[in-house]
């Protein structure tokens, strides 16, 4: 994956670079060297310091950038069992919502839990995540909905963060619904966002990004907008989730220059257009079409097809998508979105990297990035794609440290 400097796109989607017997020197958490076994055996560092090298021996694997899960939920206390036995029932979204279930059914328990316990279940998540090659995560808030709960879950992901040993990138998605409280006034919970959340959240330093669920039941455009330009005057980046469930104009967005918009089922040929020009990334999460039982997937072929930049995620949340396994989010991709093995290993690690604007330090194997690696008992990179329902990684190494 490594020589990008931008997210990739189009064939360069398909590149994946493949070493074969190949070799990585690491050192003080980072590489130093890659290339042929036989050519870092010449590298001269290595000569001068081969006594204090450790070697590992992956004969028969595969070995990968650990991936960037770039759009998770982890802040929340259980999961929403009912809403799951309503949708097979028949519900749908909109319906289990309406009946009290939904997003704002998992707001009590977060409201009431500690930030300790809310930091031993995201640390939890994290070290699922780990076991099936995650590195990198992005972590947003949104199940707390009041300025108070919103922080206690940015400060409950920072803790937890710190005792994990990967990467977590926190964002701050107090603009998720509008809590019960709010429904009938949902631009004065806007204001609380915007004057209250936001401003807390950039001072703390506790969050990177500002999300905001844009569509039918959440927030508005105008709505979106407002809160965009709070962000960008807080010295905060912008992302948002946009055309799950029904369309939306994207193009009042773009001033803002998100680095990345997610889901995007519902994407106008006229958008798709519009970011091929940018480098704005196409988040997909697939897993929650799988567990919504929706009866198509996001446009990934149109995506890339047209030049947009595409990445993956599990979108990890108790509502619509309560899995940790991007093996099974690159499978998903290529049985239900037709993307190559290729494309969806790039899209899950690199352009996932770019996404949360790490691509400098992470998403490939090449000098100077972190040494995040996934550990794969496989023989292809095709293979991690093509087996789903069993976990194949056997290790995980973040920033020169295996996970334990």
């Known amino acids: 994956m490594r020589g990008e400097a931008s997210p990739r796109r189009g064939s360069a989607m398909r590149e994946v ?33 081969r006594k204090e090298v450790l070697e590992l021996d992956c004969s028969g694997k595969v070995v990968i950038p650990g991936f960037v899960d770039a759009h998770t939920h982890p802040v929340f206390v259980r999961p929403r069992l009912v809403d799951f036995e309503k949708r097979v029932s028949g519900a749908t979204y909109e319906e289990i919502a309406e009946a009290g279930g939904g997003i704002r059914s998992s707001v009590e328990a977060v409201r009431n839990a ?23 995560i992005e972590a947003k808030s949104g199940y707390g909905l009041t300025s108070e709960a919103e922080i206690k879950s940015l400060r409950a992901l920072a803790r937890a963060a710190r005792e994990f040993g990967g990467t977590v990138v926190p964002t701050l998605l107090g603009a998720h619904v509008p809590p019960p409280e709010h429904r009938s006034d949902p631009d004065g919970y806007v204001d609380a966002i915007c004057g209250e959340m936001i401003p807390q959240a950039a001072q703390s330093k506790l969050a990177r990004f500002v ?24 010295g905060l980046a912008v992302r948002a989730h946009v055309c799950q ?13 998100p680095v990345s918009l997610d889901h995007l ?25 799988y567990f919504l039982a929706t ?18 995620a599990t979108d990890y949340n108790p509502g619509s998508s309560p899995t940790s396994s991007m093996p099974l989010i690159l499978s998903l991709a290529c049985t239900q979105m037709r993307m190559t ?10 352009n996932g990297a770019h996404s949360l604007a790490l691509g400098d ?42 996970f334990e």
């Not at 090449?366 to 056997?394: M, Q, S």
């Open 17 to 49: 670079g493949l070493i074969e017997d190949g070799a990585v020197l690491v050192a003080g958490g980072q590489i130093v060297a890659v290339g042929a076994t036989r050519e870092l055996l010449r590298d001269p560092w290595l000569k001068r310091h």
């Open 114 to 136: 500690s930030e300790s316990q809310l930091a031993e279940i995201a640390l939890a998540a994290f070290r699922e995540m780990a076991t099936q090659g995650t590195t990198t």
């Open 211 to 234: 999300d905001v669920f844009m569509d039918r039941g959440a927030f508005t455009c105008e709505q979106t907008v407002r809160i965009f330009e709070t962000a960008g005057q807080h």
């Open 245 to 257: 469930l029904t369309g939306a104009k994207l193009e009042p967005l773009m001033r803002f220059r």
């Open 265 to 289: 089922d519902c994407v106008s040929d006229e958008d798709v257009q519009r970011l091929a020009q940018l480098d704005c990334v196409a988040t997909l999460v697939p897993g929650a079409n």
């Open 295 to 312: 009866k198509s997937y996001p446009p990934a072929r149109k995506l890339i097809d047209s030049g947009v930049p595409v990445a993956l």
């Open 341 to 350: 093995p290729a494309e969806a290993l790039t899209a899950a690690t690199i």
């Open 361 to 402: 330090r992470k998403g490939s194997i090449e000098p100077g990035k972190d040494a995040d690696f996934a550990f794969f008992a496989l023989e292809d990179y095709r293979e991690i794609a093509y087996w789903f329902g069993t976990n194949h990684c056997v290790a995980t190494m973040m920033q020169g440290k295996f």
